[in-house]
């Protein structure tokens, strides 16, 4: 991420609590991070660590794949 050009977006998939974000960002100038996270319950955590990235960060409450559909975590 620091070799990349700028902006630099960091999509995270499967973020969980955000620690992986957290992470690249102390090391990269990220100018968005795009996070997803089904899990209820670490949601509100991964919410919680990007806002102490700042306003450019999001965090979705949804799984990705190649399908619409419903797992079991």
């Known amino acids: ?15 969980d609590i955000g ?3 957290l992470k690249v960002a102390a090391r990269a100038p990220l100018a968005r991070v795009v ?3 089904p899990n209820p319950v670490a949601y509100p955590v991964l919410v919680h660590n ?14 990705v794949g190649d399908r619409a559909g419903q797992g079991v975590l």
């Not at 990349?4 to 973020?15: E, I, K, M, N, Q």
């Not at 990007?50 to 799984?63: I, K, N, Q």
């Open 50 to 63: 990007l806002a102490r990235l700042g306003s450019a960060h999001v965090a979705h409450r949804a799984g």
């Open 1 to 15: 991420a620091r070799r990349a050009r700028r902006p630099v977006t960091f999509v995270d998939c499967g973020a």
């Open 35 to 37: 996070a997803f996270e």
């Open 19 to 21: 620690l992986v974000a």
